[in-house]
T-cell receptor, first 112, second 113 residues
Framework: AAGVIQSPRHLIKEKRETATLKCYPI?????VYWYQQGPGQDPQFLIS???????DKGSIPDRFSAQQFSDYHSELNMSSLELGDSALYFC???????????FGQGTRLTVV | AQSVSQHNHHVILSEAASLELGCNYS??????LFWYVQYPGQHLQLLLK??????LVKGIKGFEAEFIKSKFSFNLRKPSVQWSDTAEYFC???????????FGSGTRLQVQP
């Protein structure tokens, strides 16, 4: 069965650079979520999309933005990267609100 | 907003020992509940879920959880753990009023052979 696909799996950037993370949800899932997981931390909700429209925002810095495209894939854009942005970034999708979310493998971002 | 508490932060067990991890949530209305597992270096995988019906739900790999509405709890159990169960376990609930899952702080389980 198709799963949530994220790319790239690993990314190394320097401070003040920009990064773009991509997410391809499970087909026919209408909701996409982005989470940030720091070392030894629980996943922190960043932002969600429902039917290609931004639905809710969590603790997403102003330096970050995200969008969902007509083919339902989503991108998380991160600018002016800081050392503290180093984390695992997970994308997840679900078929209906409040049902289980299926997570991608994540993108490990390292800012040096 | 919904909140989730996991009181066991780090649990160390020997193989074949029984496991119970606590999870309490704050919202008193209809609630869906999830347990996710994260093996070292991997992504979150769903262990089990509760939506309605039988409050004792069975998941993959021999795990089960019991929903006790009066206690706002959804504890995870396994009668006999294996070394391969070494992982981090997260309880999660949908947030109230927004499309997001709220996760507990996680419990790191270490099973010693």
């Amino acid at each position: 069965a198709a799963g949530v696909i994220q790319s790239p799996r690993h990314l190394i950037k320097e401070k003040r650079e920009t990064a773009t993370l991509k997410c391809y949800p499970i087909p026919r899932h209408d909701t996409v979520y982005w989470y940030q997981q720091g070392p030894g931390q629980d996943p922190q909700f960043l932002i969600s999309f429902y039917e290609k429209m931004q639905s809710d925002k969590g603790s997403i810095p102003d330096r970050f933005s995200a969008q969902q495209f007509s083919d339902y894939h989503s991108e998380l854009n991160m600018s002016s990267l800081e050392l503290g942005d180093s984390a695992l970034y997970f994308c997840a999708s679900s078929g209906q609100a409040n049902t289980e979310a299926f997570f991608g493998q994540g993108t490990r971002l390292t800012v040096v | 907003a919904q909140s989730v508490s996991q009181h066991n932060h780090h649990v160390i067990l020997s193989e074949a020992a029984s496991l119970e991890l606590g999870c309490n949530y704050s919202y008193g209305g209809t609630v869906n509940l999830f347990w996710y597992v994260q093996y070292p270096g991997q992504h979150l995988q769903l262990l089990l879920k509760y939506f309605s019906g039988d409050p004792l739900v069975k998941g993959i790999k021999g795990f089960e959880a019991e929903f006790i509405k009066s206690k706002f709890s959804f504890n995870l159990r396994k009668p006999s753990v294996q070394w391969s169960d070494t992982a981090e376990y997260f309880c999660a609930v949908p947030d109230t009023g927004r499309r997001a899952l709220t996760f507990g702080s996680g419990t790191r389980l270490q099973v010693q052979p």
